[in-house]
């Protein structure tokens, strides 16, 4: 299987928040900024995969900065790694005061999505090549996030929290 560029997979959303996304502090709900995150590295790992994909894990989710009403809210998404079927995917969240142009990075993640065949099954995916810096460090330190995957794994899987 022929190795992908990230930036085959990397993906853009931008929407501007709307005192339903918020709680009572003005600020968007935790929740739906897990929601948006979700979608965005689906669409990553499906452009990489060019497969359907579920999502096997959210490995972290650091909030750094709150997202208030009004303000426009950005997420790129992009495949860092990958293994047999599973992708690990990077998502950086920011947000923009639209009336002063601040910006700042509220939230980073990884995730890992596993690409289904036909019947539902894990199926290979292509393995990534980055390019830049960044992507070049994310790469180099995805196999350490995947033991620590594995292992979180399978202490659950022994009753060990």
Not at 47 to 62: E, F, I, K, P
Not at 66 to 81: D, H, N, S
Not at 110 to 115: E, G, P, S
């Amino acid at each position: 299987m022929e190795a992908k560029p990230v930036s085959q997979s990397r993906s853009m959303m931008t929407d501007i928040i709307f005192p339903s996304d918020t709680n009572y502090h003005g600020t968007m709900f935790g929740g739906v900024v897990m929601r948006y995150i979700d979608k965005i590295a689906t669409i990553a790992s499906m452009r990489h995969s060019r497969r359907g994909v579920v999502t096997a894990s959210s490995d972290s989710l650091d909030f750094l900065a709150p997202v208030k009403v009004g303000e426009a809210i950005m997420l790129e998404a992009f495949v860092t790694w990958t293994h047999r079927s599973s992708m690990e995917v990077f998502v950086r969240v920011e947000s923009e005061n639209l009336l002063t142009g601040e910006r700042k990075t509220t939230a980073t993640s990884f995730l890992t999505f596993v690409a289904l065949d036909e019947d539902g099954k894990p199926t290979p995916v292509p393995p990534v090549i980055p390019e830049t810096d960044e992507e070049k460090r994310l790469h180099e330190s995805a196999p350490e996030r995947y033991e620590a995957r594995i292992k979180r794994k399978n202490a659950r899987n022994r009753g060990v929290q």
